[in-house]
């Protein structure tokens, strides 16, 4: 469970100080999917690592029910390590807690076909793989909760509705409690049981729109996909 | 590793041939005695070859006292650069420090080092020390200040402490960097070799360059520099083979 209220960040630089985050609230159950939705630097980012506890410059409360060893996050730019192989990139949050087990990335690499790159190096990899095993990383510790901070973007559609398809899979399977944050309207609509609209900067909550029928691969092409999407496209600045 | 010997052994051709002209050029210009003062090629490899026994401890002793002080030089420069390049309050407090000692001629505290720390060994390492580990906290503190941000937070969103930031980001991102500054370490460490055994010493290559100088064996003058260059090709061959080992990701095609 994440509970947020009126969060607010300021960035300081100097003398001067700049609103980023005018007051957000919002709830995620145990084992739900929100979705945070916004324009382009309205502090999506921002919020995001700020619940990740990246930022500690902030006011308002953050409770999160879970150690913060089970809290993952999966950042924008991935953040795979150039020096590592990918065996030891899915295994790192694994050498950080000391966790001699490393059988479910075993498992994880397995399952999204990195394995036959294990000794490989991420520049060795395409762009959707390097996405993949940034999700190994990721649940390689078996969180409870996952953070995504736009996961998929600069993605071809068709890698991009593959790995969509793949995050909804491992989490409908590991009942893990997810919030992702993106600009697109459709990975919205297809990844998030509710689907937070942010203002443009600083932000704040403009409406919260419900997507309770979402949950299978092929929600894509039902009529209720496309009605949450065109009440996303109505709702966005 | 066949094409790496190759072209090592065609750029010793290509050098001792150039040697060798100019050798011959220097004995076709100068009359007399003076002509000998460059000695050619074949002369100093078959010196080097026949006085090995009696240059060999030289050689022994120059290359322990450089490989010490490079060893500390790194530990000492890699750690303090990586540290002022990674933590704010570090560079604020440390790098002013740094711009100010690193440019002045190390060469005048040779006499002091020589007179503090006696006439032994302890004071050419200091001496040898001191001129390189600048170069390479500098050089350690560029590779530390240019450590991606991304990084740094993969590991601490993934519950790395600072240790571990060192450890998995930090270290290995700088290392290649570091590993060129122990290049230019090297043949900076051996010039300052080369001055802290010119004097009060009985062994090492300078001294024995400068002992030959002196009862004007001038083939031996050149093998001892020929032996200087084999100590520092070997130390090169070795940070090549520290850098393949530790920097695997660096060399994908």
Known sequence: MINISRLKVDFISGTQSKKIIEGIDVHVDEGE????????????????HTIAGLNDNYSGTIEIEEDRSRVALILQEIGLLPWKTVWKNATLGLDLQDVGDKSRAEELLERLDLMKYKTDYPSQLSGGERRKL???????????????DEPLVSLDEFTRERLQNTILELWKEKGLTMMLVTHDIEEASFLGERIVVLTPSPASVKEVVGNETMGDVGFRRSEDFYGTAQKLRESLP | ??????????????????????????RQVIPGP?????????????????????????????????????????????????????????????????????????IVFLPV????????????????????TFQVALSARDAAKN?????????????????????HVVIPAALPEILTSVRISIGLGIAALYLAEESFTNQGLAYYINNSWKIFAYSDVFAGILAFAILGLGLYLIVDLVERIFCKWNYID
């Open chain 1, 33 to 48: 999917s929100v979705v945070v939705i916004g324009p382009n630097g309205c502090g999506k980012t921002t919020f995001l």
């Open chain 2, 34 to 106: 003076k002509s000998m003062v460059l000695s050619g090629p074949i002369k100093a490899f078959s010196t080097l070859f026949y006085h090995w026994g009696s240059i060999w401890p030289n050689f022994l002793r120059s290359a322990i006292r450089l490989v010490i002080s490079l060893l500390i030089s790194v530990f000492f420069g890699a750690t303090t650069g990586l540290i002022i390049g990674f933590e704010k309050t570090a560079d604020r407090l440390l790098s002013p420090i740094i711009y100010i000692a690193y440019p002045v001629p190390k």
């Open chain 1, 134 to 148: 940034g999700l190994v990383r990721a649940l390689s510790v078996d969180p409870k909760i996952l953070l995504m």
């Open chain 2, 113 to 132: 080092i020589l007179i503090l720390f006696g006439l032994g060994d302890l004071s050419r390492v200091i001496f040898i020390v001191l001129v390189i």
């Open chain 2, 1 to 26: 590793m066949r094409h790496g010997i190759t072209r090592y052994v065609v750029s010793l051709l290509f050098l001792t041939l150039l040697w060798w002209l100019a050798a011959f050029i220097v």
């Open chain 2, 147 to 167: 450590v991606s941000n991304r990084w740094v937070k993969a590991v601490e969103s993934a519950g790395g402490n600072r240790l571990q930031v060192y450890r």
